[in-house]
């Protein structure tokens, strides 16, 4: 395929796949059977299973690359994330997941030592200011349990990309590291096992949501973000709780809120500052 066509069919495919990841959580709690800890559980072991697959058809040893704690980050994330969207819609959810990412890794640059200065600043601001709004309560704020889970599957998610600085091979770290969450997800599934509700439909989301969305996204970001400039590749990324929102009003019937489109502006403005003052 022509690299002008294969280029941005790739980023697009790896955009949806990572909307996707919140369309089917939030689709899998709302409409079936299956807990949270289950679809944690389960997202898990099929993203490992599909990671370890690749990895072995390219002669690499599944556990060669990542670490204990980005996999101890991992599961943090995912499980936040699911219990997290057992009451929060998928924009909602998509977009605390980003702005917690951004605080935190920003956060982690002021603790460093690092100046945070000029249009940075404004952005940080920004951030705050969008995520308090959505958050002051009132009849479109989301429920308030659950917003402070996803912000802490988003600071996990934000930990999890700082260690990952330097793994190495990200397509072997990932694996490694999905692999290393089974214990975690082991030890959920049995703290949950009285309570733990699992049907075939809920089942099939996930499978979904771990293989596909996750393991499979995941390897088709790597695979394409060796073609895209820094900024490029940062900016893309902004369209995703755009992609969540649209297909959570015309998939879930979920309403996009003048909360959450002023929250929208705020937070996904703040990222679009960060990314232009880098570079």
């Known amino acids: 395929m022509n690299s002008a066509l294969r280029i941005p069919l790739l980023t697009t495919l790896a955009m949806l796949a990572f909307a996707g990841n919140s369309l089917l959580c939030r689709l899998a709690l709302r409409d079936t059977g299956i807990d949270a800890a289950s ?15 690749i990895l ?62 000029g249009l940075r600043l404004v952005g940080l601001l ?20 659950e917003a402070m889970l996803m912000l802490a599957a988003g600071a996990s998610w934000g930990v999890y990309s700082l260690l990952g600085k330097g793994a190495g091979d990200p397509t072997a770290a990932t694996g490694g ?18 309570a733990g509700t699992v049907d075939h439909t809920g089942a099939f989301y996930a499978v979904l949501s771990g293989a596909v969305t996750s393991g499979l996204g ?9 073609m895209l400039r820094a900024t490029s590749a940062a900016t893309v990324q902004l369209c995703v709780p755009a992609i ?4 959570g009003a015309m998939l879930l019937a979920e309403p996009v809120t003048a909360r959450l489109l002023v929250a929208s502006v705020a937070v996904l403005g703040s990222i679009a500052l960060t990314i232009y003052r880098k570079n």
């Open 39 to 53: 679809f944690t559980a389960i997202r898990l072991g099929s993203g490992a299973l599909i990671l370890a697959a």
């Open 56 to 117: 072995m058809l390219r002669g690499k040893r599944p556990t060669a690359g990542g670490s204990w704690p980005m996999a101890a980050m991992l599961f943090a994330y995912a499980v936040c994330f699911s219990f997290a969207y057992r009451d929060l819609t998928a924009a909602t959810g998509a977009l605390l997941l980003f702005g917690a990412v951004q605080l935190t890794m920003m956060g982690y640059g002021l603790w460093t030592g690092e100046r945070i200065g």
């Open 126 to 145: 920004l951030a705050l200011g969008g995520l308090v709004w959505l958050l002051l309560p009132g009849l479109a704020a989301p429920p308030w349990l």
């Open 177 to 194: 590291n999905f692999l290393r969450t089974l214990p975690f997800a082991a030890a959920l599934m049995l703290a949950t096992a009285t």
């Open 218 to 226: 995941y390897v088709l970001w790597y695979a394409v973000l060796p």
């Open 244 to 247: 969540a929102a649209l297909g």
